[in-house]
Nanobody
């Protein structure tokens, strides 16, 4: 099974930007890739996903217009550019592969997560 490792999290002030990266141990070019997040005391929620050829991207309403997901199949990486960050974006962010577009279920594996903290 493909292993995923996220990086790029950190502490940023509201209005700032961060770029998260997810490196896969194997080939991910045929899978829908996604980012999810879990805030303290809340369930994990969908953030964004991207189809295998980058032809289609999908976002949660809460991040639409501020976050951009992208992928590089040659490097087996997926990224999440986060702009105009808000305190409510504070969460642990997870990368996942083999995401079902209709339900956002994850049939593949998850990364270990990277912490994003946005101060007001």
């Amino acid at each position: 099974q493909v292993q995923l490792v996220e990086s790029g999290g950190g502490l940023v002030q509201a209005g700032g930007s961060l770029r998260l990266s997810c490196a896969a141990s194997g080939r991910i070019s045929t899978y829908v890739m996604g980012w999810f997040r879990q805030a303290p005391g809340k369930e994990r929620e969908f953030v964004a996903c991207i189809t295998w050829n980058s032809g289609n991207t999908y976002y949660a309403d809460s991040v639409k217009g501020r976050f951009t997901i992208s992928r590089d199949n040659a490097k087996n990486t997926v990224s999440l550019q986060m702009n105009s960050l808000k305190p409510e974006d504070t969460a642990v962010y997870y990368c996942a592969y083999d995401v079902v577009l209709s339900t956002k279920e994850v049939y593949g594996s998850w990364g270990q997560g990277t912490q994003v903290t946005v101060s007001s």
